[in-house]
């Protein structure tokens, strides 16, 4: 099937109608090769759609309308995309003296900014209980594959090049054994126990002295809070490896407890979710990372760092992995997040934590009565269901998050975490009412209903979204990203 929106432009096209115009050309028309070469020189006009400026807008318009977004709905999907964006971020984002800085400048004329940055950076080494912080890395991906790159850097440092493989739990982020795997390091699972937490005695078994580092979350991927980080970190420490924190979860526990206090080496933050940076269609990121002082060596150079004149760039960092980024972060992210955690403050940020844990335990206790709750305790941010009781009546996880759709949800994430059969992993967040969390808790009560007493409703939705069902495995292998004129 061909991309929808570009196939109804083409059909809205009628010869001689136009959407701009622009003035006569009033240079030379260049017409030879002088400027490009013959290959690269078009012969004929474009076969563009012909299309007038209001039926223009109107269309794109429509389209618009039919996206889903923190600004139009609710948003359930669990562990890492940040469901709020406050519009003062966006003010300040805009102030002239940020938005039309450029990168190249020289320092002194851009003091103003440097200052927010190393603020930036003060702000969540103490949020996070690390020794410094960089802003380098363009997300939260990349500020894992930075973190493990100086983990790796320090064991080389001290002549320990056998360690060479990086610990994760079976509940880990996807993006986990991948960062480790593009770092150069081999990985290997450790298991979860019957609490979903990580099992202390399979820890002892593959933790050796090959481990360079354990990556993990806490609270982890199911929402559940690792009461045993402690002893963990002194396992992994006795070892001689380092303990990664993975930041996705970290506003359920802001102002709480602190990464760094757990025993952790390295941390990233994803400034697009906790700190409420603009995340959609998988972008613009920012995640940066902290490290304890043994680490400090081997940050991204430059390092931006304060002296007696002002703000610079330190470049003289001899055992640094050196630039992972050009420049130095995404700028317009960093003011983004400076906004809101100091519009916030200690005391908001500790609101942030409680709401969540709060809004995520209401859901959680009162869907449990319709879908299988797998680990029934306490959760921080988010949890997960199980619809393994519909599917043993014929409606599986899929057919639900269809379902959803007709109300007007995103879906919840699905089929993750992997240890969790007919998984359904959802995060309501801080910033919900009560009335929001009680009108998607119906939804999913009369979900329920449906798949008892007529399952084919679920089973053949969405019935009134603009698309229906597609082959979501042929759109992703096999995606038609250019218009096709109908022959």
Not at 95 to 103: Q, S, V
Not at 186 to 214: I, P, Q
Not at 315 to 332: E, L, T
Not at 391 to 417: E, M, N, S
Request: charged fraction near 25%; glycine fraction near 8%; hydrophobic fraction near 35%.
């Amino acid at each position: 099937m061909h991309n929808q929106h570009q196939s109804l432009i083409f059909e809205m096209s009628k010869e001689g109608r136009v959407g701009y115009s622009l003035p006569e050309l009033d240079v030379p028309e260049v017409t030879s090769t002088e400027v490009l070469p013959a290959e690269y020189v078009r012969t004929e006009a474009p076969e563009l759609p012909e299309v007038s400026e209001l039926d223009i807008m109107r269309h794109y318009t429509a389209l618009s309308k039919r996206n889903h977004g923190v600004d139009s709905g609710f948003y359930p999907l669990g562990s890492c995309t940040m469901k709020y964006n406050p519009k003062i971020n966006e003010y300040t984002a805009r102030i002239p003296g940020f938005a039309n800085i450029h990168p190249l400048q020289d320092e002194e004329t851009v003091q103003g900014a440097l200052e927010l940055m190393y603020d930036l950076q003060e702000h969540l080494t103490e949020i996070t209980g690390m020794d410094e912080v960089t802003l380098q890395p363009a997300a939260g991906a990349h500020g894992e594959w930075t973190g493990l790159m100086m983990i790796r850097a320090y064991h080389e440092a001290n002549g320990d090049t056998k360690r060479t493989k990086v610990i994760v739990p079976d509940s880990a982020h996807g993006t986990n054994p991948a960062s480790a795997t593009v770092a150069g390091f081999e990985t290997v699972t450790v298991k979860s126990n019957e609490h979903g937490l990580v099992d202390l005695d399979d820890l002892r078994k593959v933790v050796n002295e090959e481990t360079a580092a354990l990556m993990l979350t806490n609270p982890n991927t199911l929402g559940l809070f690792e009461e045993d980080i402690l002893e963990m970190a002194e396992i992994v420490h006795a070892a001689g490896g380092k303990l990664y924190y993975d930041g996705a979860n970290l506003n359920a526990v802001l102002s709480k407890a602190r990464p760094g206090d757990m025993g952790f080496d390295v941390v990233h933050l994803n400034l697009h979710k906790t700190f409420t940076g603009p995340h959609g269609g998988g972008g613009p990121g920012s995640g940066p990372v902290g490290v304890k002082a043994d680490l400090i060596p081997f940050l991204p150079k430059p390092v931006l760092v304060k002296t007696e004149s002002g703000f610079t760039f330190d470049y003289n960092r001899p055992q640094s992995i050196g630039r992972v980024k050009p420049f130095y972060g995404n700028f317009g992210i960093n003011v983004r997040a400076y906004t809101y955690i100091r519009s916030m403050g200690p005391d908001g940020l500790k609101a942030v934590t409680e709401n969540a844990v709060l809004n995520a335990n209401y859901m959680m206790r009162r869907l449990s009565e319709h879908y299988d709750l797998p680990f029934d305790r306490h959760c921080k941010h988010e949890f997960v269901l199980s619809g393994k009781r519909q599917k043993k009546l014929g409606v599986r996880t899929l057919d639900i998050a269809k379902r959803l759709l007709d109300f007007g949800y995103h879906p919840p994430t699905i089929y993750f975490p992997l240890i969790v059969e007919e998984c359904m992993m959802i995060e309501p967040t801080e910033t919900e009412s009560k009335e929001t969390l009680d009108a998607f808790i119906d939804a999913m009560i009369q979900i329920a209903k449906e798949v008892e007493e007529n399952p084919e409703i679920v089973q053949e939705a969405p019935h009134t979204t603009v698309v229906k069902r597609l082959d979501e495995t042929l759109a992703a292998r096999k995606p038609v990203l250019r218009y096709q004129k109908e022959s």
